[in-house]
């Protein structure tokens, strides 16, 4: 069992840049690949970015790629999501996930079994 708390979300105006943390507790962190989504209010969560277990591979939503940086320091039992030249269209609550296991690709969403509480991100025009 493994525990996430996100944290760094705000109001930023359009251009801007955010870095999104998440914490984790319980189980050894180097043991799950982690991923970060987002929810608008009215739409569906999707996909925003992911990274392996050891931090060798990564993958972005086309939406964010070159824009967001997604990594991970497993000695500090954490995962961020640096975001640069925010749009309104990012304007979300952000979760951070966890998938068990040390896949050298990155997770699909079935396999995400932890998630945090979220953090709120809105992006002004």
């Known amino acids: 069992q493994v525990q996430l708390v996100e944290s760094g979300g705000g109001l930023v105006q359009a251009g801007g840049s955010l870095r999104l943390s998440c914490v984790a507790s319980g189980r050894t962190f180097s043991g799950y690949g982690m991923g970060w989504f987002r929810q608008a209010p009215g739409k569906e969560r999707e996909f925003v970015a992911a990274?392996?277990?050891?931090?060798?591979?990564?993958y972005y939503a086309d939406s964010v790629k070159g824009r967001f940086t997604i990594s991970r320091d497993n000695a500090k039992n954490t995962v961020y999501l640096q975001m640069n030249s925010l749009k309104p269209g990012d304007t979300a609550v952000y979760y951070c996930a966890a998938a068990p296991g040390y896949s050298d690709y990155v997770p699909y969403f079935e396999e995400y079994d932890y998630w945090g509480q979220g953090t709120q991100v809105i992006v002004s025009s």
């Open positions: 990274v392996t277990w050891n931090g060798v591979s990564t």
